[in-house]
C-alpha cells in the first residue's frame, strides 16, 4: 500500500458566488442533507449569501460535528447547483484514487476519529475543522485496481441496505393491509 495525504488525491473546491436574482439555485445545506439527502430548490431571496459552486462530480464533506459524518457524493450536471460553505467540496483526483473508495474513506470511523479529536470549537455543540488538516491526513491507499473492487463492494452493499430501508418502510402498510383483508374474511 502507497502512503499519501488527502491533500495529494484530492482538492478543495473553494470557487464562492453570491447567488443572483431572478435565477433559481439547487442548495445542498446541512438540513438538506439531514432530510434526505436531497438539495432545496430556491432563490437568492431565500439564500440571501456566498455559497461555494458545487462541482459536476464531487464529494460534499461537512466540516461541522464531522461526527454526524455528512458526506455527499455529487455526481450530476445539474444546472446552478450551490452548498453551504460548511461543506467542503471536494473534487477527486480519479487518476489517483477512486470516486467510491475516497467517499468511504472520508466516511470511515477512522478518519471521523482523527478529525474529531483535532478540530476547533466555535462553542461546546459546534466544532468545526480546518480544511488544511483534512488534506494533511496520512493515508494507506491500495492499487487503483483494489480501490475500485473495495468502493463497488461497499457501494453495492449500501444500495441493498437502502432497498432493505424501503421494503422495511412498507411493512406496517403491508401489514395492516393483511389485518383488514382478515377482518373482511371474518365478516
Excluded at 488527502?6 to 446541512?30: D, F, H, N, R
Excluded at 458545487?54 to 457524493?73: G, M, Q, Y
Excluded at 473508495?101 to 483535532?118: K, M, P, Q, R
Excluded at 401489514?175 to 383488514?180: I, K
Aim: glycine letters at 4%; hydrophobic letters at 35%; a positive charge.
Amino acid at each position: 500500500m502507497k502512503k499519501s495525504k488527502l491533500g495529494e488525491v484530492l482538492s478543495i473546491s473553494s470557487m464562492s458566488v453570491i447567488p443572483q436574482a431572478g435565477i433559481t439555485y439547487k442548495l445542498y445545506s446541512l438540513p438538506s442533507f439531514d432530510d434526505g439527502q436531497e438539495p432545496e430548490t430556491a432563490g437568492s431571496e431565500t439564500i440571501q449569501s456566498n455559497k461555494y459552486v458545487v462541482p459536476t462530480r464531487c464529494i460534499l464533506f461537512n466540516k461541522l460535528n464531522v461526527r454526524f459524518k455528512r458526506i455527499w457524493r455529487i455526481n450530476n450536471n445539474i444546472p446552478n447547483k450551490l452548498c453551504s460553505t460548511e461543506f467542503l467540496p471536494l473534487v477527486i483526483n480519479e487518476d489517483l484514487i477512486d470516486y467510491q473508495y475516497c467517499y468511504y474513506l472520508l466516511a470511515s470511523d477512522y478518519l471521523t476519529n482523527y478529525l474529531c479529536g483535532i478540530n476547533s470549537n466555535t462553542s461546546g455543540s459546534h466544532k468545526r475543522i480546518n480544511p488544511d488538516i483534512l488534506l494533511s491526513v496520512d493515508v494507506a491507499l491500495p492499487t487503483l485496481n483494489e480501490q475500485k473492487r473495495i468502493g463497488s463492494m461497499l457501494a453495492n452493499l449500501d444500495r441493498k441496505i437502502e432497498i432493505n430501508r424501503a421494503i422495511n418502510h412498507n411493512l406496517p402498510t403491508l401489514d395492516r393491509s393483511l389485518e383488514v383483508a382478515r377482518m373482511r374474511l371474518a365478516a
